[in-house]
T-cell receptor, first 113, second 111 residues
Framework: DAGITQSPRHKVTETGTPVTLRCHQT?????MYWYRQDPGHGLRLIHY???????DKGEVSDGYSVSRSKTEDFLLTLESATSSQTSVYFC????????????FGPGTRLTVL | SQQGEEDPQALSIQEGENATMNCSYK?????LQWYRQNSGRGLVHLIL?????REKHSGRLRVTLDTSKKSSSLLITASRAADTASYFC???????????FGQGTRLTINP
């Protein structure tokens, strides 16, 4: 998976609790992304980062925040999880100086009860 | 917004047959990519075709792009059981370094 790890891989939590998902890369790529994947919707971009402390919103950013304090880590936080945030979350990285393609992590399956 | 729309949503064929998947998009693009996702795994990049290219090959994969019709097709020849997966197209229609994915085509290869 191109030097990308996600943790945890599975998580079950309750409505209203905070949740943080971590994406770690060893490739030193500048761009990092968080997507969610739901049946019937494909992958939708939540937030992305184009450098340390540089982030921007994607298509479905409501209810999510992100932080990137170092190149290798990109954190996705659900401040107060809701059942609608039950999904599979994928992190991806990209180095636009070498390729326009993205490399994906293995995913985190989050269930909010 | 869903930029890429894929057709069919599901496709089931016999091993050895060819599989064709289509992707349509709405706005101008610089490139279009195809990704594969095996069950329970992350997406894997297959091939990228730029807007000034009409056809591209990679092994058993052939991708075409028709910018006048805003459509692309992915052909997998001589399919194998290992090709069973979901296939997604993605465009850069919302800006460089941001991909917009279609809903995917679920391909099943029957032995």
């Amino acid at each position: 998976d191109a030097g990308i790890t996600q943790s945890p891989r599975h998580k079950v939590t309750e409505t209203g609790t905070p949740v943080t998902l971590r994406c770690h890369q060893t490739e030193n790529h500048r761009y990092m992304y968080w997507y969610r994947q739901d049946p019937g919707h494909g992958l939708r971009l939540i937030h992305y980062s184009y450098g340390v402390k540089d982030t921007d919103k994607g298509e479905v950013s409501d209810g999510y925040s992100v932080s990137r304090s170092k190149t290798e880590d990109f954190l996705l936080t659900l401040e107060s999880a809701t059942s609608s945030q039950t999904s599979v979350y994928f992190c991806a990285i990209n180095d636009p100086t070498s390729t326009d393609t993205q490399y994906f992590g293995p995913g985190t399956r989050l269930t909010v009860l | 917004s869903q930029q890429g729309e894929e057709d069919p949503q599901a496709l089931s064929i016999q091993e050895g047959e060819n599989a064709t998947m289509n992707c349509s998009y709405k706005t101008s693009i610089n490139n279009l990519q195809w990704y594969r996702q095996n069950s329970g795994r992350g997406l894997v990049h297959l091939i990228l075709i730029r807007s000034n290219e009409r056809e591209k090959h990679s092994g058993r994969l052939r991708v075409t792009l028709d910018t006048s019709k805003k459509s692309s097709s992915l052909l997998i020849t001589a399919s194998r059981a290992a090709d069973t997966a979901s296939y997604f197209c993605a465009t850069d229609a919302e800006g460089a370094q941001k991909l917009v994915f279609g809903q995917g085509t679920r391909l099943t290869i029957n032995p």
